[in-house]
């Protein structure tokens, strides 16, 4: 048993010997497992909070792509006509819905612009702060009606402030002759700044109308609505002939270079705006035939690069926005003051080719969808902090009194398959759904500004 156990003790102390190690290295080896175990968990609680912030995210988005519901009838017929009136003049069509838009002596007048009594005043406290309405009329801290129509934004992160570029459409509505459309004598482009984009400050106007001639700058007497910035960049809004700057963004501005043609053929409805890479792009109506002197034509040859889109469907009022490397823009038809369908374009370079994927309105009710919730489209504003999620702005225009025209702020959801088939491709969509989503009475997310 002595000799047995004797043994034993002489092979486990050779093996003891040979298992032994440095001392730095079994403390290296203790340090790398203690710092994977530390990555290990900082990633997994990185994970955790990435994965409820998603999930507050969706919890606070989800009313914003929520459908909602609107009842609208036509009124009947005002008088009644005699049988033998309808048998000498025929039978009356009954009016439509644009012409009761149209109307201002309409029934349906309060629908379409509610009083002034309902108007959303950020300077009164009470359940309703913070909340759009779409249609109402929007007044600034000094109580005034804001007046930045066919407008775009600007956001100077340094400061968190965003600024609202519109023409100031504060003057009498007139007729040049009796088939012309109604106007308003240009009187400038006003400025509003917010911190929560709901709250605006009267920063003056920063582009003033003046009587010239030749009209290489905005002018007396016209009547345009100016481009709208595509990009968050510091050229904001720009007059309806010329490239205008301005440090700081309240104004007031000058004139860079004066490129773009005032020509009947190629005027209203341009949108200027530039891409990360600061290469400006210009986007702009034409009518028949373009102009002799096309506004390419005073860049440097090397920036001389333009292709026409969407060929032959009469689109106007671009709305431009980017969101994961694919550029969206929302237009208008053509219909004058009238309200009429959008349309929501898709590429993947601003050059093209753009394919159309339909109408992007959801909510309310057929004759809301057809109408663009009777309004036009002129900017889209992404939400910081609430990726694929942004801000439909428009105009509802009032012809009868341009001046009272209105401000329809709507979500845009981006996200998941197209509705409608495209027009060049077979198969299945490339494109992900957009969708302005229509509220009668909405607001943003608490603390929508601290999500990422």
């Not at 028949?288 to 026409?308: E, G, I, N, S, V």
């Not at 709305?319 to 004058?336: D, E, L, N, P, Q």
């Not at 809301?368 to 309004?375: G, L, V």
């Not at 489209?377 to 910081?384: A, H, N």
């Amino acid at each position: 048993m002595k000799i047995k156990n004797r043994h034993r003790k002489s092979f486990a102390l050779r093996c003891c010997a040979t298992m032994r190690f440095p001392l730095p290295i079994m403390v290296c080896s203790m340090v790398g497992c203690i710092m994977i175990i530390h990555f290990y968990m900082v990633s997994h609680r990185t994970d955790v909070e990435k994965s409820q912030a998603r999930l507050r995210q969706i919890s606070a988005t989800r009313e914003l792509g929520q459908t909602e519901e609107e009842s609208f009838q036509l009124p009947p017929p005002r008088s009644r006509r005699s049988p033998r009136a309808i048998k000498r003049r025929g039978a009356r069509k009954p009016p439509t819905v644009i012409d009761e838009f149209l109307d201002d002596s309409s029934e349906l007048r309060s629908f379409f612009f509610p009083h002034r009594r309902t108007a959303v005043d950020p300077s009164k406290e009470g359940n309703d702060s913070m909340h759009f309405y779409p249609g109402r009329q929007w007044l600034d801290t000094e109580g005034n009606p804001i007046q930045a129509h066919g407008g775009g934004l600007l956001y100077v992160e340094s400061t968190g402030t965003y600024y609202w570029y519109g023409e100031n459409k504060d003057g009498p509505t007139y007729q040049a002759h009796r088939k012309a459309s109604a106007r308003v004598d240009i009187i400038g482009v006003n400025c509003y700044s917010s911190k929560d984009l709901w709250t605006w400050t009267n920063e003056g106007i920063v582009l003033s109308g003046k009587k010239q001639t030749p009209p290489t700058t905005s002018t007396k007497g016209t009547s345009s609505r100016g481009p709208r910035s595509s990009s968050m960049t510091e050229q904001g809004s720009t007059p309806p002939s010329a490239w205008r700057s301005a440090s700081p963004p309240r104004g007031p501005s000058s004139t860079s270079t004066a490129s773009v043609p005032t020509t009947a053929r190629a005027r209203h409805d341009r949108l200027q705006g530039r891409r990360r890479h600061r290469l400006p792009h210009l986007l702009l109506r034409r009518q028949q035939r373009a102009p002799r002197r096309a506004p390419h034509r005073r860049l440097p040859r090397r920036h001389r690069r333009h292709a026409p889109v969407l060929i032959g469907q009469r689109r106007e009022a671009p709305a431009v926005f980017k969101h994961r490397g694919t550029y969206y823009m929302i237009t208008s038809g053509c219909s004058g003051w009238a309200p009429n369908t959008a349309m929501v374009h898709a590429a993947e370079t601003m050059m093209g080719p753009w394919e159309t994927m339909g109408n992007p309105c959801a909510g309310g009710n057929k004759i809301f969808r057809a109408t663009t919730f009777f309004s036009q489209g002129s900017f889209v504003v992404p939400l910081r902090g609430l990726p694929g999620w942004f801000i439909f702005m428009a105009d509802r225009w009032n012809p009868s009194d341009l001046r009272d025209s209105r401000y329809v702020w709507l979500p845009v959801g981006v996200g998941g398959a197209a509705d409608e088939p495209l027009e060049y491709s077979f198969g299945f969509p490339l494109w992900s759904r957009v969708s302005v989503y229509w509220h009668s009475r909405w607001r943003l997310p608490e603390g929508w500004r601290g999500f990422r």
